[in-house]
Structures are given as structure tokens and as C-alpha cells.
């Protein structure tokens, strides 16, 4: 086992890892940015190293000063959390080469799952169904074409794609031809690579994805589904498992077909395999090689510490449990708590000046977040994470009111109101919802 782990991260995330790392007995380092100083995850670590100013390009995107702070506290191991070099694939490597382990996958498997192109293609030949679509990159001269032949609507995508990023629907084939120039000036804008492929646009689905975990040795398992389908701007704002969509033989029979995907791979760590839902059938989009923001309501319904397991995998470790010891017990829910204004979605930064957290049984809260503490303009605005757990989806809905009303956060704006108005919508009650349903509600005067 690692003796020290190095924490490349920031916020509510950087803290989960060494909550996970203290209780493995393993010393932890923080690294931060002069914005900073002042955060939990500095103050909770045993040690920390400043990495450089504000903006994250100097900072926590910063590769040499990472393995500087590497160099002179020793560490082993580097956890990159989610975000910033989390699916680097060069980071991986140059850590493997200074002998440094990095807590995750491979760098060929990062690689290969952050090219949508060679993903997509990869999931096909592993017997996981797919979005019908384009084979390969798209060019402007068989775009038109190829649109008919899957039949409009059809979603134009970008290789390199993430967050939303140059993603275009186009209609009619009188719409594909700007919708195609936008994806692509988008694209070159975001990732620097403008290559674009096409899907069939999926009218209503819902966002299902399939957490695995696997020990790089050819075995695998599944901890069943996420459902993620309240999103605005493609962004996750509430995650519930399981979904309110499925049976137990559907997750059983995805779940084996992306556990035995995996293992065959010989994927090592942790991941994600996203799929839209629609009229009972899967379709991958996307793998993430990395702990994702959601992660808690998997483990709240499992009672297994993904971040413990993904360390002690990187260590060298057998998986701990096989898929016969997987356990589903009741239902989580977790809201992502943003320093922005509940209606405009406006960033708000500043200073806290009262912080009370919900507690009592089956409520969790994964946040660096205190009373007297900044919160700096230059990352992001995700401040907290509410997971509630409740014996069924329904006792799991009435504790996340209770829990709501119960937060006090005062000199920021949250979208903790929000939350309190989504929980009364009969239509999230009944589970009810696509991933269009969020931005339709937010449209009502
Ligand atoms: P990114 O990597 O940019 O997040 P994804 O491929 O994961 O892109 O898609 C993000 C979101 O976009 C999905 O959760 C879904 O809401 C929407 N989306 C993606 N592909 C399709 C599709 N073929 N049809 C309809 N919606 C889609």
C-alpha cells in the first residue's frame, strides 16, 4: 500500500480523497493555488504545497510544479480526483515515468475513451449497444448524405467533445449545414481538433450510466446505475440511484454487459459507461476513466467506498468483492449545491458568513465549506454535495425536504432553492422526467 498520496485537486472532491486516505492509514499531501490557502482541503491534509497563482492553467493544470510537490514530499501516488488532469492522458505517463502511481486507469485507456470517435467504436466491438450513427469521422462532402441515411434529427458531435462542447442538432437537412459549421468552429474553439462525427437525436431519453470497477487483470463488476437525466446545459445537477426507470433484470442485464465489456479490456480503476434510455433501450455515448461527481449515491445504496477501492487497486490489490457480494439497500439522492443565483444560474462568489449543514441519519455532506470562508471566483461554482439515503425513494425524497430546509448558507446565493422547489414537482416524485424535463420547468414563468 501507498505510504503518501498526493491530492492533485481542489474542494469538496480533494477532501473525499483524504477522508478515504485516512482511514487506509495513508498520509496525505494538499496542493493548492495562492486562492487557496484558506481551504479545507489544505487545512485538513498533513501536509501542503502551494503550486502556483489563481488561475487554474498555473496551478492545478500545472504538470511540472505537480511533480515538483511530488519531488520534495514524496509522495507515491497521485489521486487527480474528477476535472483538471483527471483524464490527462499525458499526466498519467509522465507520472509513471518519474515512478509516481497515478490512481486510475491507464494512460492508453484514458486516451482511447477521451476520443469519442475511437470509444464508440471500441464499445461497439465490445458488445455494447451504441447510438446509430456515423462510422468514423464526418467530412462536409458525405455530411449530408449520411444525415439522411440516419434519418433527421441528427446530432453532430466533436471528437474531442466534453461538457456540452460542440454538440449541434440539426432538424432538417436545410439546418445540418450551419449546425455542422457551429460544431466545428465550436470544436477548434474547446479542444483544438475539429473533427466531428453524427448521431440519431434522441428525442426523449434519459440519462442512465453504469459504474465498474475493475482490477486491470481481467476481472470486473458492476455497482449498478446512476440516473442523471436532471441536466441543464448537458450539466448534472441531481443524480439518484437506482433510477426510477428501471428493473432489476435491466440493470442486471447492462450491468453484465458492461462488467464483461470491462474486463476484457483489462481496465484498472474505476469508471463510468454513460448511455441515453429510450423506449427500454440503451445507447452508449461516452466512458469516463475517472470517480465522477455523482459517485456518492452509488455508494450510499452499496456501502462500498469507491475512493478506497480505486487506491487500493492502484496499489497493486485484487478487487475486494466479487459481483455476488453487491448489494443494492434503498434509495440516494444528491444535489449539487452551486454558489450561483437559483433562477439565472449567475456565479456567486464571496464570503460565507453562516454555514450550517443538514445532518441526522442518512444525510450526507461532502463539502470544504465553513462559515468565515471565500469562496474565489476562478473555479468553479460547485460549493457541496447533499446525498440523502432513505429506505425507499419516497422516504429518500421526504428527508431530502427535511434536509433543505434545514441549510442555512448565508452571504453567497445557493441553488439550495432550487432543490426545495424540484423535491415539490409531482413529476420528480413520480420520477417522471428526461433529460429535457429541467430546462422545459425552468422556462415557466
Ligand atoms: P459531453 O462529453 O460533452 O458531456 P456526451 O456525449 O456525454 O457529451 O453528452 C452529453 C449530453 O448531451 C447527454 O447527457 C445528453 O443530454 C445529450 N446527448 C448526447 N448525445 C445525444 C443524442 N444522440 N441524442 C440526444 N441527446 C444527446
Same mark, same amino acid.
Given at each position: 500500500m501507498f505510504d503518501k498520496v498526493?491530492?492533485?485537486?481542489?474542494?469538496?472532491? %480533494?477532501?473525499?480523497?483524504?477522508? %478515504?486516505?485516512?482511514? #487506509?492509514?495513508?498520509?496525505?499531501?494538499?496542493?493548492?493555488? @495562492?486562492?487557496?490557502?484558506d481551504a479545507m482541503h489544505v487545512k485538513l491534509a498533513d501536509e501542503c504545497v502551494c503550486i502556483g497563482p489563481p488561475a487554474a492553467s498555473e496551478s492545478y493544470l500545472n504538470i511540472p510544479q505537480i511533480l515538483a510537490a511530488c519531488e520534495i514530499t514524496n509522495a507515491d501516488a497521485v489521486h487527480?480526483?474528477?476535472?483538471?488532469?483527471?483524464?490527462?492522458?499525458?499526466?498519467?505517463?509522465?507520472?509513471?515515468?518519474?515512478?509516481?502511481?497515478f490512481i486510475g486507469p491507464t494512460s492508453e485507456h484514458i486516451r482511447l475513451m477521451g476520443d469519442k470517435i475511437k470509444a464508440k467504436e471500441k464499445a461497439a466491438s465490445l458488445g455494447i449497444p451504441v447510438v446509430p450513427g456515423s462510422e468514423g469521422p464526418v467530412t462536409d462532402d458525405d455530411a449530408a448524405a449520411l444525415a439522411e441515411e440516419i434519418g433527421f434529427p441528427v446530432l453532430v458531435k466533436a471528437s474531442a467533445g466534453g461538457?456540452?462542447?460542440? +454538440?449541434?442538432?440539426?432538424?432538417?437537412?436545410?439546418? #445540418?449545414?450551419?449546425?455542422? %459549421? @457551429? %460544431?466545428?468552429a465550436e470544436a477548434k474553439a474547446a479542444f483544438g481538433d475539429d473533427t466531428l462525427y453524427m448521431e440519431k437525436y434522441l428525442s426523449h431519453p434519459r440519462h442512465i450510466e453504469i459504474q465498474v470497477i475493475g482490477d486491470g487483470r481481467g476481472q470486473a463488476v458492476h455497482l449498478g446505475e446512476r440516473?442523471?437525466?436532471l441536466q441543464r446545459r448537458h450539466q448534472k445537477i441531481w443524480e439518484e440511484a437506482p433510477s426510477p426507470a428501471l428493473n432489476g433484470?435491466?440493470?442486471?442485464?447492462?450491468?453484465? @454487459?458492461?462488467?464483461?465489456?470491462?474486463a476484457e479490456m483489462g481496465y484498472r480503476g474505476v469508471g463510468t459507461v454513460e448511455f441515453l434510455y429510450e423506449g427500454g433501450e440503451f445507447y452508449f455515448i461516452e466512458m469516463n476513466t475517472r470517480l465522477q461527481v455523482e459517485h456518492p449515491v452509488t455508494e450510499m445504496i452499496t456501502g462500498i467506498d469507491l475512493v478506497i477501492e480505486q487506491i487500493r487497486i492502484a496499489s497493486g490489490a485484487p478487487l475486494s468483492f466479487c459481483q455476488k457480494d453487491v448489494r443494492y439497500e434503498g434509495h440516494a439522492i444528491e444535489c449539487r449545491i452551486n454558489a450561483e443565483n437559483p433562477s439565472t444560474f449567475m456565479p456567486s462568489p464571496g464570503r460565507i458568513t453562516q454555514f450550517h449543514p443538514p445532518g441526522g441519519l442518512g444525510v450526507r455532506m $461532502?463539502?470544504?465549506a465553513y462559515a468565515g470562508y471565500t469562496i474565489p471566483a476562478y473555479y468553479d461554482?460547485?460549493?457541496?454535495? #447533499?446525498?440523502?439515503?432513505?429506505?425507499?425513494?419516497? $422516504?429518500?425524497? +421526504?428527508?431530502?425536504?427535511?434536509? #433543505?430546509?434545514?441549510f442555512v448558507i448565508e452571504g453567497i446565493e445557493t441553488t439550495i432553492p432550487l432543490f426545495?422547489?424540484?423535491?415539490?414537482?409531482?413529476?420528480?416524485?413520480?420520477?417522471?422526467? $428526461?433529460?429535457?424535463?429541467l430546462e422545459r420547468y425552468l422556462e415557466k414563468p
Open positions: 498526493l491530492i492533485a485537486n481542489r474542494g469538496e472532491i %480533494a477532501l473525499r480523497i483524504e477522508r %478515504a486516505c485516512k482511514e #487506509l492509514g495513508i498520509s496525505t499531501v494538499a496542493v493548492h493555488s @495562492t486562492a487557496d490557502a487527480p480526483g474528477y476535472g483538471f488532469l483527471a483524464e490527462n492522458a499525458r499526466f498519467a505517463e509522465i507520472l509513471e515515468e518519474h515512478g509516481i502511481a461538457g456540452g462542447r460542440g +454538440m449541434q442538432v440539426a432538424r432538417t437537412a436545410e439546418e #445540418l449545414p450551419v449546425a455542422f %459549421a @457551429t %460544431a466545428r440516473e442523471c437525466s433484470d435491466e440493470r442486471d442485464a447492462i450491468g453484465a @454487459t458492461v462488467a464483461q465489456a470491462v $461532502d463539502s470544504g461554482s460547485l460549493i457541496g454535495k #447533499l446525498i440523502v439515503h432513505g429506505r425507499t425513494r419516497n $422516504d429518500c425524497l +421526504m428527508r431530502l425536504r427535511r434536509a #433543505l430546509g434545514e426545495a422547489s424540484l423535491v415539490a414537482e409531482p413529476d420528480i416524485a413520480n420520477g417522471a422526467y $428526461d433529460i429535457h424535463w
